[in-house]
């Protein structure tokens, strides 16, 4: 038997989510990672959950040079 795929189990996580999507990519703009429909097909499918998307910033920016706009709203988050 197959294991199901990981989107089989998104309606059962019950913790407030933040999805934060950076889709300048990994290193440049054309490896991302996540496309921002991919955050936001996991957002909605997710109870809970929230989509941030941060459309100048790649994977290492968003962790190492974050926007103080995006910072805020990552704060805010954590603090509802």
Known sequence: MLPLPLSSH?????????????????????????????????AAAIPNARLLTDGGANHYTILFDPDPGVLHQVKQFLSD
């Open 10 to 42: 998104y309606e059962k996580i019950a913790a407030p989510t933040l999805i934060v999507c950076a889709p300048g990519g990994l290193l440049t703009g054309s490896d991302p990672i996540m496309l921002g429909e991919e955050g936001a097909r996991l």
